[in-house]
């Protein structure tokens, strides 16, 4: 959990909410069709509870921030462009929601779909 005190208070951010945000820049970047799970487990669970982090992970060791993204692309776009742009607008995202910087953005292709069928 990042924390900030300041003269009025103290400001606490949990990683899920840095999760729910990466989780809404990630979907809206162009062809990204989904978010997929890290493995078979995690699948299965996000099946049981609609989880609005599901493809997410947020790491916080009291200095940095990692976020860790597994997208699915769309069958047909450059696979490296729409990673580096999900890695970009995810970072953007975050740090002007929570006003810290983000050390590192992993993004994860976990599958290709064709989404229209012609």
Known sequence: MTEETNPIGSINISPR???TIAYHAA??????VGLASK???????????????????????G???D???YIVVEYGTRIKSVASS???TVRYQ???AIGIPINEVNVHVQGLRISNED
């Open 39 to 61: 493995n078979i487990v995690n699948g299965l669970t996000h099946l049981i509870v609609k989880d609005p982090t599901h493809g997410i992970e947020v790491n916080y060791d």
């Open 67 to 69: 976020i860790d993204i």
């Open 27 to 32: 979907v809206q970047s162009y062809g990204v």
């Open 94 to 96: 975050v740090e002007k």
């Open 17 to 19: 909410a840095i999760a």
């Open 86 to 88: 999900v890695a970009n």
């Open 63 to 65: 200095v940095q921030v």
